[in-house]
């Protein structure tokens, strides 16, 4: 009888020790994906000289990923423009620098925690 206790409660830490591990594997795989896409966004910006269709459209995939992206850009002048989601880039001739944000929910879903969580980077 008390081999078979002993099994069950090996087999139970085990259990939960794989789960966990899974659970935190998959957390840091989020936390990568949103890192790489923020390193995308501002390669992006920088190579299409701060192109607004190029600063819709990584907004747009940036929704589609379930991403908060804001692009603040630094105008010529000295004035800063924001754009989100809900405001489009329209006007960019003279932006000279952008300050990418990209907010991001991580998941550990065996121990019910998300939390939300900002990059930020800056492409000139």
């Known amino acids: 009888m008390p081999v078979i206790i002993k099994s069950f409660m090996g087999i ?3 259990s939960l020790v794989v789960f966990l591990g899974l659970g935190i594997v998959n957390y840091q795989m989020d936390v990568n994906r949103a890192l790489h896409y923020k390193q995308d966004v501002i390669r992006e910006l920088q ?5 607004p269709s190029v600063m819709n459209a990584c907004m747009k995939t940036g929704e589609d990923r379930d991403y908060e992206v804001s692009i603040d850009v630094s105008l010529g002048d000295g004035s ?3 754009y989100t989601n809900g405001c489009q880039a ?3 001739a003279d932006v000279s ?3 990418v944000t990209v907010l991001y929910k991580s998941r550990l879903p065996f121990l019910g925690i998300e939390t939300s969580n900002r990059l930020r980077g800056f492409a000139r």
């Open 12 to 14: 139970f830490f085990f």
């Open 47 to 51: 190579n299409s000289n701060f192109s």
């Open 80 to 82: 800063h423009a924001t």
């Open 90 to 92: 329209q006007d960019t």
């Open 97 to 99: 620098a952008a300050y």
